[in-house]
Nanobody, 115 residues
Framework: QVQFVESGGGLVQPGKSLRLSCVASGFAFRSSGMRWYRQVPGKERELVAFIFASGENVGYADFVKERFTISRDNAESTLYLQMDSLEPEDTALYFC????????WGQGTQVTVSS
């Protein structure tokens, strides 16, 4: 059974950092590209970052502006997103999924950036 369990979100002030984690199971994580998405109420889910199976190739949405770093630990089937210099506009529910995404989604982890 496919499962994604996101964690690490919270309430932080602008300019601070958070590290999100996603533990995946039920599919071949080691051989799968992975993605982070985020969603704000009333808006569509948007892609934040992706990473190839090997971890050697990554990509980011323009709004990340070199503030976020995606990484993975294939031995632990875990995906990470290091978020630095957080801005209020980063406030959203963050999800992970395979690349391309499966139809099953986790609960997400809420990131709130506010002073």
């Amino acid at each position: 059974q496919v499962q994604f369990v996101e964690s690490g979100g919270g309430l932080v002030q602008p300019g601070k950092s958070l590290r999100l984690s996603c533990v995946a199971s039920g599919f071949a994580f080691r051989s799968s590209g992975m993605r982070w998405y985020r969603q704000v109420p009333g808006k569509e889910r948007e892609l934040v970052a992706f990473i190839f199976a090997s971890g050697e190739n990554v990509g980011y949405a323009d709004f990340v502006k070199e503030r976020f770093t995606i990484s993975r630990d294939n031995a632990e089937s875990t995906l990470y997103l290091q978020m630095d210099s957080l801005e209020p506009e980063d406030t959203a529910l963050y999800f992970c999924n395979r690349s391309p995404p499966l139809h099953i989604w986790g609960q997400g982890t809420q990131v709130t950036v506010s002073s």
